[in-house]
């Protein structure tokens, strides 16, 4: 049974970081794309970046770029999203996924992020 468990959320002021993790199990991910989404109170469900599994590389959209970094450890089977400069407009549930063929077939719970002003 796939598993992903984010941790790592809290509360930060602005202009802090924080470094979420993604902890996989349940099969082999050699050959997916982990990704990490938000969403917001009253808003849709936010694309935030990706990383592919066997290669490293990585994605991100302008909103997070140069802010967000997506890491893994292969050893801990764990992707890591750290966010640095960290914005109130950041606030949202945070949740990672993984895809196969471009379709994200699994997700996590999620881990909340508050900024504050």
């Known amino acids: 049974q796939v598993q992903l468990v984010e941790s790592g959320g809290g509360l930060v002021q602005a202009g802090g970081s924080l470094r979420l993790s993604c902890a996989a199990s349940?099969?082999?991910?050699?050959?997916?794309?982990m990704g990490w989404f938000r969403q917001a109170p009253g808003k849709g469900r936010e694309f935030v970046g990706q990383?592919?599994?066997?290669?490293?590389?990585?994605y991100y959209p302008d909103s997070v770029k140069g802010r967000f970094t997506i890491s893994r450890d292969n050893a801990k089977n764990t992707v890591y999203l750290q966010m640095n400069s960290l914005k109130p407009e950041d606030t949202a549930v945070y949740v990672c996924?993984?895809?196969?063929?471009?379709?994200?077939?699994?997700w996590g719970q999620g881990t909340q992020v508050t900024v504050s002003s």
């Open positions: 996924a993984a895809a196969q063929a471009s379709t994200y077939n699994y």
């Open positions: 349940g099969r082999t991910f050699s050959s997916y794309t």
């Open positions: 990383i592919t599994w066997s290669t490293g590389a990585t």
